[in-house]
């Protein structure tokens, strides 16, 4: 590999300069050492050793910062083919490039065999010829490096990010004192152009994001990869604003896509104190990127910023609290009644289970914020199933109460619906209060199905084969089709807030809903529209065959005593 094709694998702009490498100097007499160390001190970091053995001993605990030995071959004792046999023989240093100096000719060819790169004779060349052979050979090791690491991402040339990585760790213990930048820059619902323009142009698209990141790169003395399949990232020393990184990929974008309107998101995190770890800098880089829409029309740049620590300190502090808020009744369940509609007065059905959370310092806190944290953190499950045991409780208190069995729904998280031990914890909760299972209702999110069709068909089906219900929910918030209800077993289907909200006579929204209301009940699945706060929503639903209703207009989510009195004055409470 030449230095130009490095250059096209990105080691950046200053390569060379960028780091500090360091030279272990090997030879017995002083005058040499002084005379190399002078015509190399200025580039690079230089250690000295005396004698073979020295020289071992210095390149073993060195290993990691060592990027070449200097090695005479005539010293006293131990010669210099003995350091070379030490080294080949230790897989931990064979790597490193050693080149000898020597006056013999015939022991240039046996320290070549015995594992040496290169060689300088005594006297010594010109200064600048040895400097080039030694930054030659420092490039060569560096290849053989890439190479080992398969650190080419195949299709953009980039480095892979395992090698990113290295690097950057590399370029930090070399310069600790340089402000830096971690950049994320992810190309809005990539997937979408692979599936309308296929995966051609999808790869051309990759290919000018790559160009991009590297162009950026060079010009800011940093280095870029590909992190995964439509996320690029860089580190770059720090800038002052960010016009000319945007400038640059929206324009490349721009040669393949022919339009400015790009949609990019770019996240930056500026480490100026280096406070914190490569990985949480490029964490937080990616989620300043995350605060831009996924819809946003034109490219924006994020600067992580003391808000968004802000955020993540709350984060932190709501993860570390859970435990002690399941224990003291800060979690607590509620209950949205839903309403049958088909009849002529809307008749109280059933109700869904919705979790609180009451923090003593930060008050209530939303479940959409909450629940997506410990659903990254593992924790959801506990979460999930103290509200699946709270609602089958009260569905008995409730019975006792009133003598009526009111069937509620439960939030199934993503990650749940695989649990080994999900129908098992679920016939212990029904039989622990005398339940039937078909009082047990599963809300599926969309989203869920859209993930993973194939295997989630296999596992709702055993679910609903022991009498548990099973409904789709927030249909129509993801990227559902109609066609997905004909081959998904679910006895209903919910209609997300988002799908009714703009619903007026004869708009279009409304002719969306009317159809797939339409396909629902040629279906025989019943629907649950949610999120209706108004009459007109109400009646219009109605009239389409909406099967049920949830939703502010009937009633907010309800404390299970408040729900109580709703049972017992139901008769008086019907709407028309
Ligand atoms: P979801 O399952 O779609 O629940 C419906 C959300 O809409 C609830 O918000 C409910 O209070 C709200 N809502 C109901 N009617 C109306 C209305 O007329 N207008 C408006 N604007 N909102 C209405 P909530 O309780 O804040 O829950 C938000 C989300 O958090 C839920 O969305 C669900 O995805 C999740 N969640 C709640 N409880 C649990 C749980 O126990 N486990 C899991 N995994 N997720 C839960
Ligand atoms: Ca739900
Ligand atoms: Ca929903």
């Not at 439509?230 to 393949?256: A, G, P, R, S």
């Not at 770019?266 to 605060?291: E, H, K, M, W």
């Not at 031990?421 to 679920?426: A, K």
Request: with cysteine; aromatic share 10%; net charge negative.
């Amino acid at each position: 590999m030449t230095m130009d094709s490095l250059n096209k694998l990105d080691i950046g702009a200053k390569y060379g300069r960028d780091f500090r490498r360091t030279i272990l100097i090997v030879d017995d007499e002083p005058v040499n050492l002084r005379l190399l160390g002078n015509i190399l001190g200025d580039e690079y970091d230089i250690d000295f050793a005396q004698s073979a053995d020295e020289a071992i001993s210095i390149i073993q605990s060195e290993k990691d910062a060592i990027s070449l030995v200097l090695l005479d071959l005539h010293m006293p004792g131990k010669s210099g083919f003995e350091v070379l046999d030490t080294m080949s023989a230790d897989k931990d240093l064979h790597n490193i490039p050693v080149v000898v100096v020597t006056t013999d000719k015939d022991a240039e060819v046996e320290s070549l065999h015995r594992g040496a790169i290169d060689f300088l004779s005594k006297p010594y060349d010109k200064p600048e010829v040895i400097r080039a052979r030694i930054g030659r050979a420092i490039e060569l090791f560096i290849d053989k490096t890439i190479i080992g690491a398969t650190g080419v991402d195949r299709l953009t040339g980039l480095m892979t990010r395992d090698f990113f990585f290295q690097y950057c760790q590399e370029y930090d213990k070399f310069h600790p004192e340089q402000q830096v930048d971690a950049v994320v820059v992810n190309f809005s619902k990539f997937h979408l152009i692979n599936d309308l323009y296929g995966r051609n142009f999808g790869d051309q698209i990759l290919k000018a994001m790559a160009e991009g990141t590297r162009t950026v790169a060079r010009a800011y003395g940093g280095v870029a990869c590909r992190y995964n399949a439509d996320c690029f990232y860089l580190y770059i020393e720090h800038q002052k604003d960010y016009k000319y990184l945007k400038k640059t990929l929206v324009e490349k974008l721009f040669e393949v896509l022919s339009t400015t309107n790009t949609r990019l998101r770019i996240g930056v995190y500026p480490d100026l104190y280096r406070s914190c770890s490569l990985q949480q800098r490029f964490d937080r880089a990616l989620q300043a990127c995350n605060t831009i829409s996924r819809n946003a029309h034109d490219t924006e740049v994020a600067v992580y910023d003391n808000e968004m620590h802000e955020k993540e300190l709350y984060e932190e502090r709501l993860l570390a609290d859970i435990d002690e808020a399941l224990q003291n009744n800060q979690i607590n369940v509620v209950f949205q009644p839903k309403y049958n509609v088909r009849g002529e007065k809307p008749v109280l059905c059933g109700a869904e289970a919705l979790i609180r959370w009451k923090h003593p310092k930060f008050g209530f806190v939303r479940p959409d914020f909450f629940i997506p944290l410990f659903e990254e953190n593992g924790q959801i499950k506990e979460l999930d199933r103290f509200v699946w045991r709270e609602s089958a409780r009260q569905i008995r208190k409730w019975r006792d109460l009133y003598g009526v069995t009111i069937p509620v729904s439960v939030n199934v998280s993503r990650a749940e619906i695989f649990a080994p031990d999900l129908i098992d914890f679920l016939n212990g909760i029904v039989e622990e209060n005398g339940l039937e299972n078909s009082d047990l209702s599963l809300e599926i999110t969309e989203t869920a199905y859209t993930d993973s069709v194939i295997s989630i068909v296999d596992v709702v089906e055993e679910i609903r084969g022991k009498g548990f219900k099973v409904a789709m929910d927030d249909f129509g918030k993801g990227y559902s089709s109609l066609n997905m209800l004909t081959s998904l077993p679910i006895d209903s289907l919910k209609l997300d807030m988002g799908f009714i909200k703009d619903i007026a006579i004869d708009n279009k929204e409304m002719r969306v809903v009317e159809f797939v209301l339409e396909v629902a009940n040629f279906l025989g699945v019943p629907v649950i529209a949610e999120g209706v706060e108004t009459s007109e929503q109400y009646l219009l639903l109605k009239k389409a065959g909406c099967n049920i209703i949830q939703g502010y207009y009937f009633s907010k989510p309800l404390v299970p005593s408040e729900f109580g009195n709703l049972i017992e004055h139901n008769a008086e409470k019907k709407k028309s």
